[in-house]
């Protein structure tokens, strides 16, 4: 899945680079998508989210 970005293109040169790889079957799919719709963000806000919230889970384990 490719994460739409919302950076113009000198933004894009001077950031650093970290991507994921997400493998996603298409109920989680629909799911971000309908949720997305549903707020308004875009689908890097809402991974950006669901992966700080992972690791805020890993770090209080």
């Known amino acids: ?3 739409p970005t919302q950076m113009n293109a000198s933004q894009h040169l001077f950031l650093p680079q970290n991507t994921l ?3 996603l079957d298409p109920d989680e799919l629909q ?3 309908d949720y997305c719709q ?3 963000r875009t689908y890097s ?3 950006q989210q669901l992966v700080q919230q992972f690791l ?3 770090e209080s384990t």
């Open 1 to 3: 899945m490719m994460i």
């Open 21 to 23: 790889d997400l493998d």
């Open 31 to 33: 799911i971000i998508d």
């Open 45 to 47: 806000e809402v991974i």
């Open 56 to 58: 805020a889970l890993q």
């Open 38 to 40: 549903q707020t308004g």
